[in-house]
């Protein structure tokens, strides 16, 4: 996304009385680095948490060990817990969570190979979910994903609070 698109995004925002969240593993912190590069983009950002470790993403967000356990730290399920725990730490409007397997030596399988990414919205009493594969480097992917999730959120805005 260009400065441009993203400072139109952050302008949204904005102009929507909406602020944003992030809670990131995968992007170990590339979504808010990129996100505040946009103008005003400190009106609406809350805050961003890198919970790259699962103890962190246990004593941060209350994702359950149960969940880790039987899932994985890069999982859809993982994901949405932390999205919900994200929602009760820093109350955003519109929470985005992220993890995935930028790299070996995670959780792949040939069902969930490395570059599949999983993000969980939470806004507006909704909840979406996205599972996407990229290929590349460990930084083409984490690149892809934090592209992925500002088209993502372009998307929300403009289905669901640009009226």
Do not use: C
Request: charged share 25%; net charge negative; glycine share 8%.
């Amino acid at each position: 996304m260009t400065q441009t698109e993203l400072t139109e995004l952050v302008t949204a925002l904005r102009d929507n009385n909406l602020t944003i969240a992030f809670a990131e593993s995968t992007t170990a912190g590339m979504l808010a680095s990129e996100f505040v590069k946009a103008k005003g983009s400190s009106d609406v950002l809350k805050g961003s948490l890198v919970v790259y470790q699962p103890e962190v993403k246990i004593k941060l967000l209350n994702v359950r060990q149960e969940t880790l356990d039987l899932y994985t730290a890069e999982s859809q399920q993982v994901t949405n817990e932390m999205v919900m725990g994200l929602k009760k730490l820093l109350n955003a409007d519109i929470n985005v969570a992220v993890t995935g397997l930028a790299g070996g030596g995670g959780s792949e399988t040939d069902e969930k190979p490395v570059g599949t990414i999983f993000v969980s919205f939470l806004y507006d009493g909704k909840a979406e979910e996205f599972r996407e594969v990229f290929d590349g480097n460990t930084q083409a992917i984490r690149k892809k994903t934090v592209d992925y999730i500002f088209e993502k959120l372009k998307g929300v805005l403009e289905q669901h609070y640009d009226r």
